[in-house]
């Protein structure tokens, strides 16, 4: 099975609901920051809400998600938008910390609890929405939970999970976004958290096999759920050689002669997905060149 997210309705309409599997996404942004466990499920458990509320969007909206915990990860940044590309890095991948309490990955003292949950909605044509709430939890999905209600007034639940194997890479990850549509019956919201209270974690639905049409069902009940579409969900990056040349030319001839007197070449990384692109001096030669051209 290959990553996907399905967008769902479920108790004639009353509510809607998101579920992905996320296991190779996750594992690309793994492998690509070299996350340590506890990093990668922090990383993980976010990319895999921000693709669901990325397919929340339409057409060409995208957003940002910020979140800033001030513990060891330092910041985590994810990117999303409405075609099921997600991509994220955190400002320290090299954490790790022993299981809590209920012998899961510890992402809360990875993350930290003192700050705040941003999630910025590029909405084309200069209209930005920007959503903030202090971070509740650490451990995300709660986090996520509190953000939708607090922010959009849409009272939901977040579930997000990641296992991971002991040579480091991803095992399974995955999860969920229920969220209750205005005037939904009071049984309804019963029925709902009872199986909230009851399912297992997502991550180890996952593991198990189960499609995210599946999880809706353990979720929502058989007969439920009423699938209106399927997404394809993959770790998809923008950043190319041709916009470091953009950047490195805008920093100005006199600049880049600096690297080329001092370095001889240039290389830079793209935060996003640790693409590194290098510049050889003749390259470098040439980047001076049309910085000289746009400066005359
Ligand atoms: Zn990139």
């Not at 480091?168 to 199986?195: H, V, W």
Request: glycine content about 10%.
């Amino acid at each position: 099975m290959s990553d996907y997210l399905v967008k769902a309705l479920a108790y004639d309409g009353q509510v809607r609901a998101y579920a992905a599997r996320t296991t190779d996404t996750v594992s690309e942004a793994q492998r690509r920051h070299q996350t340590w466990p506890t990093a990668s499920a922090a990383l993980g458990r976010a990319i895999t809400a921000g693709v669901m509320m990325g397919a929340m969007l339409k057409g060409d909206d995208k957003l940002t998600i910020k979140i800033d915990g001030g513990g060891p990860i330092g910041t985590i940044l994810v990117d999303s938008n409405a075609k099921g590309e997600v991509r994220g890095y955190v400002t320290n991948p090299h954490v790790h910390f022993d299981l809590n309490e209920h012998g899961k990955l510890d992402v809360a003292k990875a993350v930290g609890t003192n700050g705040m949950l941003t999630v910025v909605k590029d909405l084309g044509l200069r209209d930005f929405f920007t959503g903030q709430v202090p971070i509740i939890s650490g451990e995300l999905g709660e986090d996520f939970t509190y953000y939708f209600a607090s922010s959009e007034q849409v009272p939901s639940s977040v579930g997000v999970g990641v296992l991971v194997n002991p040579d480091n890479t991803i095992l399974a990850a995955g999860g969920f976004i229920i969220q209750l549509m205005p005037g939904t019956e009071e049984k309804t919201i019963d029925q709902i958290e009872n199986r909230l209270r009851t399912i297992p974690p997502v991550s180890r639905m996952v593991e198990k096999g189960l499609t995210p049409e599946e999880i809706l069902e353990e979720l929502l009940g058989k007969g439920n759920v009423k699938v209106l579409e399927t997404l394809p969900v993959a770790f998809v990056c923008r950043c190319s050689r041709e916009r470091i040349a953009d950047a490195l030319i805008s920093l100005g001839a006199q600049e880049i002669q600096d690297i080329i007197d001092k370095e001889g070449y240039a290389e830079a990384s793209c935060h996003f997905c640790n693409e590194t692109y290098r510049f050889t001096k003749e390259e470098l030669e040439q980047l001076k060149q049309l910085a000289n051209a746009k400066e005359e």
